[in-house]
């Protein structure tokens, strides 16, 4: 029986033993995890199983020194290593301080950083990436913000998905046991047995864990994981070329990597917290369907084990295959999660509409462009009658039928829209500008009596909110409908034309 699996064996009866342990713990000093709007529990759960996690990773860390070879066990005490661990006992303090106090967002990711940077200092960092064909990536500089991302990306990404009873836990057990198997593939053997602990106590603690959960694994619990996780992916022996050691756990926790990326995203474009919790992640959207939490769970552990074992041959293929195989992969893993539903909690076409909103204000857009022409030249005008004729310039591109403007320096004309109706009263001196699109001639009462058409009354006030007049706009929207951008050219129009009379006044 080798040392690693002698190990694993170790780990797996410490969990075992110490998990109840850790429950007691969370019942005895209150770390409960309270039913919330977002939480599937329906009562308080001690939510203490990451400190059983914790205690038999380094009982085992100690029992490792002693079975491995002289050689291997030199690793697990040299520079990286506990600069590793010393960033590894500051997250599980404030995860489980998170569990027993709720602790602010911000801090808990200030913490991750500060984490991630005591790893980095020992020398646990990604300095450049290897892909296959021989094409190597140097970060120089960039090596220690490469590195943070990383570690960040991995915490919460297990953060993110221990959302359901032994999700979480049962997704680090596969993507450790796959990294155990290829460490030692690798001949590292101190990896493959800090991988295997791992393995044997999320597999312990998963005995408790698994549905109908009797504890949480909890912040302090998701955290260490991830951290782990993430440091051993780039503690191996090559430490200036890291490829197939990074690309095991990314493709291995496809799924959590996704939701971790996108969740900030989606809660960005909806104009949400990037913080906050919610519950729209892919568990979450599984068990909207109909889904009983264990069949969420086992159906993740699929897409975990099919992508762990992926990465298995991913990583022993070269050049071509390889990224033919990668790019299988990938789709395989979007195909599936877009099969769960997961996607459309982005509202993709609400999204596309807000990046032509973005375009659009950007000035990217076409029509904005064409339209600003028109806009610069009503601000040129030399008078009020070419300042019209340019109006219904823009008014034509928009499509609009009839328009007509009164001003009044005192504010006492009114605007009608009608020909056949009388305009300003008779020696108010309010000038009084009409206009028709050539297809509407004759069509001005039907349009102004039509129920299809949108009839729109802007006032024209200046910037000390004195009255210049009023414009009056009016479209037949059955005939020809308006877009998106129809109303904000109009509130464009409507400031240039402000802007432009004031210019005018002021000049005179």
Known sequence: MT??????????????????????????????????????HVKPMPRSGGLALFLTFFACLALAGALLPEAAARYLADRPMRYVLYGACLIFAVGFADDKWTLPPKVKLAVQIVAACVACYGGARIASFSLPGDFIIHFDLLSYVVTVFWFVLLINAINLIDGLDGLAAGVVFFACAVQAVLAGMRGEAHMAALFAVLAGATLGFLRYNFNPASLFLGDGGSYFLGYMLAALSVSGSVKSQIGAAILMPVIALGVPLLDTITAPLRRFLRGRDMFEPDRRHVHHKLLSRGWSQRQVVLFLYGITIFLALSALVLVNLRNAPAGVFLVVVGAALVLLVRKAGYFSYFAMDKIFGWLRDVSDDAGFARGRRTFLHHQIEISQARDVPELWERMTEALDVLRFDLAEMTLSEAGAGSCRLAPELPGPEAGSGAPVFRWRREEAAGQERELLCSPTVMKLELPLL???????????????????????????????????????LEGLAGAS
């Not at 000093?29 to 919330?36: G, K, M, V």
């Open 462 to 500: 200046g910037k000390t909110g004195k009255p210049l007049g009023a414009l009056w706009l009016v479209k037949n929207v059955a005939a020809d409908p308006i877009n998106e951008f129809t109303l904000r050219r109009v509130e464009n129009l409507r400031r240039t034309v402000i802007a432009a």
């Open 3 to 40: 040392p690693v699996f002698l190990l694993f064996l170790a780990a797996l009866g410490l969990s075992l033993v110490l998990t109840p342990v850790a429950r007691w713990v969370g019942v005895r000093f209150a770390i409960l995890a309270i039913p919330e709007a977002r939480t599937v």
